[in-house]
């Protein structure tokens, strides 16, 4: 006789001979409103760090929230553009003679970056969306683009 495990709904009952099988949904579970504050917030704080945490909360999060989404799309919208230039102005600030002026716009650039990203990170923490003053829609220009093409 084998003996049968007590199991979760939903899942197959274990014998002894090993554990039961347990599933796990395919679909990410929606943020509720709290969760979804907090990414959209984290993906603009993340803008200290250039474009890619507001690409990564986008691709990762940004289908399990709409504010995420909406907030997430914005900061990396904003941050695309002055990431490239930091990528940029350090690559040629290794230039002699001149490489002292890319190195001062890079740094202004990253200046001006943080400021904005720390003010969105504010406003969108109190839950009010946030629009940059200035945004250049990099993302969402080269995304139409790309999708044009396919």
Do not use: C
């Not at 969760?35 to 990564?56: E, F, I, N, R």
């Not at 001062?104 to 946030?130: C, D, F, H, M, R």
């Amino acid at each position: 006789m084998v003996d049968q495990v007590q199991a979760r709904p939903g899942s197959r009952p274990a014998t002894m001979d090993g554990p039961a099988f347990e599933s796990i949904p395919a679909q990410a579970e929606p943020l509720d409103i709290t969760q979804d504050k907090q990414w959209a917030t984290l993906a603009h704080l993340g803008g200290v760090a250039g474009a890619l945490p507001s690409y990564l909360v986008l691709r990762v999060m940004g289908d399990r929230g709409p504010f995420t989404k909406q907030e997430s799309r914005e900061a990396l919208n904003f941050s695309l553009l002055p990431t490239l230039i930091i990528v940029g102005s350090i690559a040629l600030a290794l230039l002699p003679a001149v490489g002292w002026i890319f190195a001062l716009i890079a740094a202004l650039t990253w200046v001006v970056l943080t400021v904005q990203s720390v003010i969105a990170g504010i406003k969108v923490n109190q839950g009010e969306p946030y629009q940059y003053r200035g945004n250049t829609h990099l993302y969402d220009t080269l995304q139409t683009k790309r999708s044009a093409k396919a």
